[in-house]
């Protein structure tokens, strides 16, 4: 199944669903022939986009908007803050090419304050799943919750299978005691990579995907600050992201951990397809591995696919 | 004139907007409000739910009513003073303006029975009244949906990006209504960012629109009985209008939109307001919040 064949199943089976586009129709191509006039595009326009979905969700509709991300949380932040957030109306927000997805695109189409912008918000839910197989798992229980809420579209194919979701849990992958990584999103298929490479060199490692980021499992970052190294791992800026989410938790608990965060501080990634970026930035699995390891390694880094589109 | 003025009571009208105006003034103190702007669109908002909208204290809750958002959210003093003459609220309510106690504040907000959606920032109910459009589209509904704005307002891309996508789904159940009073917070919008010509700007972008004396009653009930303007295409009624209409000590008056008035001068307003002499006025002058 693939994210717009879940969602003309979920709004043929109920309609209050309708599904936007400020004309990013990378993920909706088709549906327009399923739902007819329950499928609304507005044109470029994200914030006539967002205020539109309101009114649609004052009438008792459950609007699933698309754009892309930076223009989404960006442009259209305070019609995303005050018409959805202040009155905590159920207008679900799919956000495509988030991070480092939107490869080539250049800094424009950066989101990488997205998870602390949408974070900030009251009423509003964050979630950033690991592939697709993650995402089609998160998505009926967010679009049913009624409240606002921000997903950090992702739909990469990877050999892993994912546990059912809950609302506000983390995903514990593995158990670890000399370091517990975090991280969501794409940089889950690395982390896996990173963690084969530090088991090799004979570490006990943990391993969580965040995967719900407000709510946030709290427990689960507690427990993962119980081992001797935190390593956050995010393609978003170092703040407000997975890594102030850590201090937060750990400061509220009274709780401390030696934490390494691997982020974009104070800077927008080098533009290109995203196998290149992620080598640029060192966010390959072995080169994240190197850095908690401290020391270069004989692993081989395996392929990683490019982008199936982008737009 | 045309017959269908015929049907409302323009004296009755006149004389329920005297009272409108005399909330508004009284709001006007203790912290103050935007009395310029409100008095303008008195008019207009008493011709609506009185004798257009669908809107009582009956069917706030129906999803048959007609909508009305104030998408120009200052003016809100107006919209309370006419809730509380149509008895959609108690006119003691009125008194707490301000008050941390209840919800009576600068800008509107849906705690106040009759609200359809908060607002204070402009540019954003044009797009939230196109959701709610596109609803009653949608399901074939029947019931009709106004926005009001400011004529400052217009400065805001968002509502010219609205009136885009207006066009675009041919929303003839949607009726803008300009409160063209000419000014925006400081000074005449002419001055600033000129609007005009406002009515062929809203035709080009595929209105229907009407210019109309928003003080006149008559005027008000001409425009709105000739909904739909057209098939197939968004309404838009340019209401030309006073700012501080009512007080000749503030009509047109740059410098008073949000106005804070002492108390003796409150009761010299009352008094100007029924066609006494002009008031003095000493109180502080532009506090722009």
Not at chain 1, 150 to 156: F, G, L, S
Not at chain 1, 241 to 259: D, F, P, R, T
Not at chain 2, 270 to 277: Q, V
Request: aromatic share 8%; hydrophobic share 40%; glycine share 8%.
């Amino acid at each position: 199944m693939t994210y717009e064949e879940l969602l003309t199943q979920e709004a043929l089976a109920d309609d209050r669903f309708v599904v936007m586009t400020a004309e990013n129709r990378a993920l909706v191509r088709n549906i327009y022939a399923h739902l007819g006039n329950r499928f609304i595009d507005t044109g470029i326009t994200e914030q006539t986009m967002i205020g539109a979905a309101a009114g649609l969700a004052l009438r008792g509709r459950i609007p699933v908007v698309h754009a892309l991300a930076s223009f989404l949380t960006m442009r259209a932040f305070e019609f995303v803050r005050t018409d959805a957030g202040i009155p905590n109306l159920p207008v679900k927000l799919s956000s495509f090419i988030p991070g480092f997805l939107s490869d080539g695109n250049g800094p424009t189409h950066q989101a990488i304050e997205d998870i602390s912008l949408m974070r900030g918000i009251p009423n509003m839910t964050v979630f950033a799943p690991a592939d697709e197989d993650d995402l089609l798992k998160m998505l009926p229980q967010i679009w049913n919750y009624p409240s606002p809420s921000y997903v950090r579209i992702n739909t990469r194919k990877t050999e892993y299978e994912h546990s059912p979701f809950e609302f506000g849990k983390a995903e514990v992958i593995s158990e670890g005691n000399d370091v517990t990584i975090l991280t969501y999103g794409l940089l889950f298929e690395q982390v896996l990579e990173a963690v084969k490479i530090l088991q090799a060199e004979g570490l006990s490692v943990g391993f969580v995907n965040m995967r719900s980021l407000k709510p946030v499992d709290e427990q689960a970052i507690l427990n993962a600050a119980k081992c001797n190294l935190v390593v956050s791992v995010e393609d978003h800026f170092l703040t407000g992201g997975l890594y102030s989410i850590i201090a937060e938790v750990l400061l509220k608990h009274q709780a401390s951990a030696k934490v390494l965060p691997l982020a974009l501080n104070e800077k927008w990634f080098k533009p290109s397809l995203l196998p290149k970026v992620l080598e640029h930035e060192g966010f390959t699995g072995k080169q994240i591995a190197e850095k908690i390891l401290g020391y270069n390694t004989k692993a081989v880094q395996a392929t990683i696919a490019a982008q199936e589109f982008s737009e | 004139m045309s017959t269908q003025t015929t049907a409302i009571d323009k004296q009755q009208l006149q004389a329920t907007a005297l009272k409108v105006r005399e909330h508004i003034i009284r709001m006007a103190t203790d912290g103050g409000c935007f009395v310029g702007a409100s008095l303008s669109a008195a008019d207009l908002i008493l011709y609506l739910y009185s004798e257009w909208l669908n809107v009582n204290n009956g069917n706030l809750d129906d999803p048959n009513r007609d909508y009305l958002f104030l998408s120009k959210g200052h003016d809100v003093p107006a919209l309370y003073g006419t809730f509380a003459e149509l008895g959609l609220m108690e006119s003691e309510r009125l008194k707490n303006h301000l008050s941390i106690d209840d919800h009576i504040y600068w800008h509107p907000n849906t705690k106040i029975p009759g609200i359809e959606f908060h607002s204070g920032s402009l540019g954003h109910l044009p797009s939230v009244a196109i959701g709610v459009a596109l609803d009653i589209k949608i399901r074939g509904g029947k019931n009709r949906v106004v926005c009001i704005l400011g004529d400052g307002e217009l400065n805001e891309g968002t509502c010219w990006e609205a009136m885009l996508v207006a066009n675009a789904y041919k929303l003839d159940n949607l009726i803008f209504v300009v409160d063209r009073n000419q000014f925006q917070a400081n000074m005449p919008t002419e001055d600033l960012i000129p609007l005009e010509p406002l009515h062929d700007k809203f035709a080009a972008f595929g209105a229907a629109v009407k210019r109309i004396d928003g003080h006149d009653f008559d005027a008000l009930h001409e425009a709105f009985s000739a909904y739909p303007f057209q098939p197939g295409k968004v309404n838009v009624v340019i209401a030309d209008t006073i700012r501080g209409r009512g007080l000749p000590s503030i009509e047109r008056h740059a410098d008073r939109w949000f106005c804070n008035f002492t108390a003796p001068e409150i009761e010299s307003l009352l008094r100007e307001l029924h066609g006494e002499h002009q008031t003095q006025l000493t109180s502080e002058t532009l506090v722009v919040r």
